[in-house]
């Protein structure tokens, strides 16, 4: 532990998996108190603060749907009665269902954009009536790749994570001068349960676009999650940082 986060109060949604999973524990190893929220996946929330706790480090995790403003209301409001301060938010939770645009249901695309937009927009407003009031903070938004490039037979989650690439910008814009930052990082080919379902020659396609030749860890975001929330990266703002191995140069 080197202590670049040591007693921030972190809030990372969906994190009990994959990438918030990662950014959770790395936050806790700096000397962060974590708060991860979860919405269908309640064991594995629970192990993550079980694996902080066994670190010595502190975490707890509360249910909460990214989609639903009371939820959100009500785990500001504890983190603001808990702790008295939210220092960084990780806009983390996300959905992704592919497909052609032709064969993309309305449901589908409501669903992309209330768990991928609405859910960063709802955590963001209300994280920032605390860091306003501190006048100091930092959002971090997960967008991806795909969100800066585009992809086939992914219009509508592409949109979605372009949508956090401009919400990023402008509340740089915004908050900036008001003491918070905010970032976004665009990560590439992760290996997370997201992409478990990948047919394997699709898979070997990938990684052959990919520089550096192998498929990303989860630990791989959540080191440049690290940069960006400590001092390290006090002075970058409004700025999309791909992590991609070298996919898209």
């Not at 949604?13 to 974590?34: F, M, N, P, S, Y």
């Not at 949109?159 to 908050?175: D, M, N, Q, V, W």
Request: charged fraction near 20%; aromatic fraction near 4%.
């Amino acid at each position: 532990m080197t202590g670049l986060l040591k007693d921030k109060v972190v809030l990372v949604t969906g994190g009990g998996r994959g990438i918030g999973k990662a950014i959770a524990l790395r936050c806790a190893d700096e000397g962060a108190i974590v708060v991860i929220t979860w919405v269908s996946h309640e064991n594995s929330a629970t192990e993550v603060v079980n694996e902080i706790v066994k670190r010595n480090g502190q975490a707890i995790a509360v249910r909460a749907d990214v989609k639903d403003e009371e939820d959100v209301k009500s785990v500001i409001g504890k983190i603001k009665s808990d702790c008295g301060k939210l220092d960084v938010l990780v806009n983390n939770a996300g959905i992704m269902r592919n497909n052609l645009l032709l064969m993309t249901k309305t449901d589908e695309f409501d669903s992309l954009v209330a768990t991928n937009c609405k859910g960063p927009f709802l955590f963001s407003r209300a994280a920032a009536k605390i860091m306003l009031k501190q006048k100091s903070g930092r959002i971090i938004n997960i967008s991806s790749v795909v969100g800066v490039y585009g992809s086939k037979g992914q219009s509508v989650y592409s949109a979605t994570k372009s949508f956090l690439i401009g919400f990023t910008k402008s509340l740089a814009k915004e908050l900036g001068p008001l003491g918070i930052t905010v970032n976004a990082i665009a990560p590439g080919f992760i290996d997370t349960d997201l992409i478990q379902d990948i047919r394997q020659e699709v898979r070997e396609d990938l990684i052959s676009h990919i520089a550096l030749g192998r498929i990303g860890t989860p630990d791989d975001i959540a080191k440049t999650a690290i940069f960006l929330a400590s001092d390290l990266g006090s002075y970058v703002n409004g700025q999309v940082i791909g992590v991609d191995g070298g996919q898209v140069i």
